[in-house]
């Protein structure tokens, strides 16, 4: 005992010495908290009444929502910022009660018992998002889970929206069979405050991750979209396992949780890479950097590169024992830098073998720019790589991947910027893993989203499985227990671990309470999920199998063990054991152990209503799976098809590779399907567009015309042509023999010209023609790395935007105010269809007023000789065109005009005008644009 009062002494001193330092340094730098505005506004309306009373007067009424998760400081603002006949609550003592911010139950009972006895209590409890079939598991369950349960009246009789021949309400078991045979799992926890040192389960069963895999596979062959499914977990630990199985189905999943940036699967690739560059002997790291998808390094390279490292691991051994004394065994690398000098004891392929000397030919320039450059540039260099964004996009989910990455190397910035050195980032990343920053949540796309139960609070799907139920659930109790009632002046404290524990005080009254209170939350939280479903409901965990015999001759039936099962009392089972699955208490409630299917077998069962709210009984399918007797789902065998959304590229069967590839390379060369015998090289895969997606990208694929100017906000646009030859025009600017810059170039420095003087309220366009010096600046400042710029080829820049700068277009401009005169403008807009968003940048913006939208296009093509510019535009840029006026449309322009400019022919601009019943059209255009160049092959 007095161990035990001393070592609660000292942890008080620390919390009250921890208290005073934060109190100091908050007012040593004038901030505030959050909960220093509650209770300093606490404080004020306790020691002004008068403070209070001016606040009350100022509302009518005062609506409080979510009621069950205020705490006590809020209850008491709530009670001095309104009288009780003016204020409004409502809440849901079901939902699960945020204890983490002090809230509890009781508050919102007290204040339901206050309303109930002056007549103003109004029971809710109607819905109309679930099924009656789901009201009628519900109002079962709660019934028997929960003290003075209020059942749920309505719900809906509607079918489903899919094809899928089963009823709504689903039980999926997934058996937990004995690790071999003749042995099973040793006993469960007593499932309490597991203060016993017992290890914390795995994330999810594997079987059980692939069922789920399986399952939502077959929701969408029934039609199911994969944003119409959640899966809803208790806690986070299984997230990453379920996000991996769909993913490995070709499933797109998003999971709506907080993930450690750097545990995700691209940040580890990059840092295999910055690993390897920094030590390419390490074995480890160099293997991951082969890998990253820039390279296309597969299999076919690794598989023989590592037989043939173990021949010369092998060849290392046998040697003499002086040989082995005068060096050291071969790393990987030395193994891979000897194929450069000697021919492979292993056959490599050809095509591996030079996607293995690429993968070199990197990470030895890599090693070599790292002398001077930090580790930000090495990762800005690899997210340049066309074959690298390429390949990240494809993969399921590629938008969030990138984002990932994109995340990955500012924070790189970051640590580069703090002083950081590519060896010293390497550290932090270990030491930063679990703890560091978070991956990107994008939670936009067709994706089935993962999720926990506390986050769909307040959300609905058409499909909700609840999986991970058989799972146990942390139930740990802090050393030291307080009554979190204020009032209270009760503590208890635990010493020592395991059987040998001793609680001091009140600790076993308090464990107790904790537990029951653990309990309720955790039953409170399975009515929260069965209620988020709007159409069906899948519930799916793991239960063991019952075992018969003893000793050596101890095995498994087919049947689940009724003996893990859970009752639900006041006090007793589930409330004294938190920490069971809440499968063991679910199941049971739903329906009695003699009428649960055998292993491998399903059955309907009968599900009703002990409240009388939903008077029909509900039909729920109940399935046993046995993941090693029955059959792996045919969705998940290694010959399925991978499931695509409709009308996404699919797989030809011929090649392996998209159906739009194969055509490609059909056409290519029909005489190959005349010789059947004949070797048809497998094609290149699509070549994903990225999001948002630039008009010049688009054009380049399409073979279309793209301006000799710089790119319009795709930095990353490859570089290599796909399908058609995109034409690049050349400028216009007169006799520039002498000149070294190309057309692109010039025409970025007319543009630039163009750009600087019509901007501000006094645009130089409206003063004074440009100057030679002023190209060069522009030059100097858009393109510093280009050669010299002589008077000659300047001037002749200077009199190209002279001669746009006194069309009527920029007269037009001029007159503009500068409030409405945009120039160089860029533009984002969504065609719909989850297609990616399309970017661009305009020339000239101009607000007329009323509605009406006019856009320029300067052109500083070379016109050949009798080439009207209608015709340049008719051939090259009716795309750009419909563009351009359907992001003005859609930003609430009622007309717009589009105008392109031709320096070599100002005198005869082409000018076409839409409205808004153009809207459907260019819509319609455009996302037919997009969908043909995503299915063009890229040329190699």
């Known amino acids: 005992m007095p161990h035990g009062v001393q070592e609660l002494a000292l942890r008080e001193a620390l919390l009250v010495a921890t208290a005073r330092a934060y109190r100091r340094l908050k007012r040593e730098q004038a901030v505030m908290d959050f909960d220093d505005l509650l209770l300093t506004l606490l404080d004020l309306l306790r020691r002004r009444p008068d403070v209070g009373e001016r606040l009350r007067q100022r509302f009518r009424h005062v609506l409080v929502d979510e009621f069950q998760d205020t705490n006590p400081v809020q209850l008491a603002l709530v009670d001095l910022l309104s009288a009780p006949e003016r204020r409004f609550q409502v809440g849901d003592r079901l939902q699960a009660i945020y204890g983490f911010r002090h809230a509890t139950v009781r508050g919102f009972d007290a204040a339901a018992e206050r309303a109930q006895e002056v007549g103003g209590r109004l029971a809710l409890d109607e819905t109309f998002r679930c099924p009656s079939d789901v009201l009628a598991l519900t109002n079962r369950v709660g019934a028997r889970a929960h003290l003075d349960y209020q059942p749920l009246l309505h719900g809906h009789d509607r079918p489903p929206a899919d094809g899928r021949a089963a009823p709504v309400v689903e039980l999926h078991v997934v058996a937990e069979l004995p690790d071999a045979p003749g042995g099973r799992p040793g006993p469960e926890p007593p499932g309490g405050n597991g203060d016993d040192g017992e290890p914390e389960p795995p994330p999810i069963d594997p079987d059980e991750a692939g069922h789920v895999a399986a399952l939502v596979r077959e929701l969408l062959a029934a039609g199911r979209a994969p944003g119409e499914i959640a899966l809803l977990v208790r806690r986070t630990a299984p997230v990453a396992a379920l996000e991996r199985a769909l993913l490995g189905a070709g499933i797109d999943a998003v999971p709506v949780v907080a993930a450690p940036l750097l545990e995700t699967l691209e940040v580890r690739e990059l840092e295999a890479w910055l690993r390897a560059v920094a030590n390419p002997y390490d074995d480890v790291a160099l293997l991951g950097a082969l890998r990253l998808p820039t390279a296309g390094v597969d299999a076919d390279a690794l598989v023989p590169l590592a037989a043939e490292h173990r021949g010369a691991l092998d060849r290392f051994r046998e040697a003499s024992p002086e040989e082995r004394g005068r060096a050291e065994p071969p790393a990987l690398w030395d193994t891979l830098r000897a ?34 450059a930090g580790p930000a540039d090495l990762l800005a260099e690899i997210r340049a790589d066309d074959a690298y964004r390429a390949a990240i996009l494809a993969r ?132 929260v999920a069965m209620t988020r479903a709007k159409e069906r409901l899948i519930l799916c965990g793991t239960w063991p199998v019952e075992v018969e015999g003893s000793g050596a001759d101890k095995r498994p039936t087919d049947r689940l063990d009724p003996a893990r099962a859970v ?77 695509s959304p409709a009308g996404a590229p699919r797989e030809d069967a011929a090649t392996g590779g998209p159906a ?276 063009i092959v890229p040329r190699d």
């Not at 073998?353 to 070599?368: F, I, K, N, P, Y």
């Not at 009392?569 to 938190?578: K, S």
């Open 339 to 372: 194929l450069d000098r000697e021919p492979a004891t292993v056959p490599i392929p050809d095509a591996a073998r030079d996607a293995l000397d690429l993968q070199v030919v990197a990470l030895l320039r890599h090693r070599g720019l790292a002398r001077r």
């Open 396 to 527: 399921p989910g590629g938008a969030r991947r990138w984002a990932a990455v994109a995340a990955f190397g500012d924070w790189v910035e970051a640590q580069e910027a703090a002083g950081d050195d590519l060896l010293a980032l390497t550290r932090r990343i270990v030491a930063d893993r679990a703890d560091g920053p978070s991956a990107p949540v994008l939670t936009d796309g067709d994706a089935v989203r993962i999720t926990t139960i506390h986050r769909s609070k307040g959300l609905e799907w058409p499909v909700v499985i609840c999986c991970d139920l058989g799972s146990r659930i942390n139930a740990d109790r802090p050393r030291i227990l307080i009554d979190p009632d204020p009032a209270s002046d009760r503590v208890g404290m635990r010493l020592g671990t395991g059987p040998d524990a001793v609680g001091l005080w009140d600790h076993e009254a308090l464990k107790a309470e904790a537990d029951r209170t653990q309990s309720e939350e955790e039953r409170r939280l399975l009515h």
């Open 567 to 643: 009752a639900v009392a006041p006090g007793e089972g589930h409330d004294r054991e938190p920490r069971r699955p809440p499968l063991r208490w679910l199941l049971p409630l739903i329906a009695d152990p003699e009428v649960w299917p055998r292993l491998g077998e399903e059955a309907l069962l009968e599900v009703a209503d002990p409240t009388g709210a939903v008077e029909r009984p509900a039909t729920a399918r109940m399935l046993v799976r046995d993941p090693h007797g029955a059959p792996m789902p045919a969705a998940l065998r290694p010959d399925a098809e991978p499931w």
């Open 660 to 935: 739009g590839a194969a055509a490609a390379s059909r056409l290519a060369d029909p005489d190959d399907d005349d010789d059947p015998g004949r070797h048809r090289p497998v094609p290149p895969p699509l070549l994903p567009l990225p999001d948002p997606v630039s008009y010049t990208l688009l054009a380049q694929r399409l073979g279309l015309a793209t301006d000799p100017v710089a790119s319009d906000g795709d930095d990353n646009a490859p570089a290599t042509t796909a399908g058609p030859v995109a034409s690049a025009a050349t400028v216009a600017t007169g006799d520039l023999a002498g000149d070294p810059l190309d057309g692109r170039s010039r025409g970025t420095v007319v543009h630039g010209l163009l750009e600087r003087r019509l901007v501000g309220r006094d645009p130089l366009a409206g003063r004074r023609p440009p100057t030679a010096a002023e190209a060069r600046a522009v030059l100097a400042e858009e393109l510093p790395d280009a050669g010299p710029l002589d008077d000659a080829a300047a001037s002749a820049l200077a009199e190209t935007a002279t001669r746009l700068e006194r069309t009527p277009a920029a007269r037009r401009a001029l007159a503009t105010a500068p409030d409405r005169r945009h120039v160089e403008r860029d533009v984002l807009f969504d065609v719909g269809g989850e297609r990616p968003l399309v970017q661009g940048v305009v020339d000239l913006w101009l607000d007329e007023g009323d509605g009406r939208v006019t856009i320029v296009d300067w052109k500083t093509n070379r016109l050949d000789d009798g080439q009207a510019p209608a015709d340049v535009v008719a051939d090259g840029y009716a795309l750009q065109c419909r563009v351009y006026a359907l992001a003005a449309l859609l930003s609430g322009a009622r007309e717009v005009e589009v105008g392109f400019v031709f320096a070599q022919a100002p005198d005869d601009p082409v000018v076409e005008r839409f409205d808004a019943g153009d809207e459907p059209r260019l819509r319609a255009a455009v996302a037919d644009a997009i969908d043909r160049a995503q299915a």
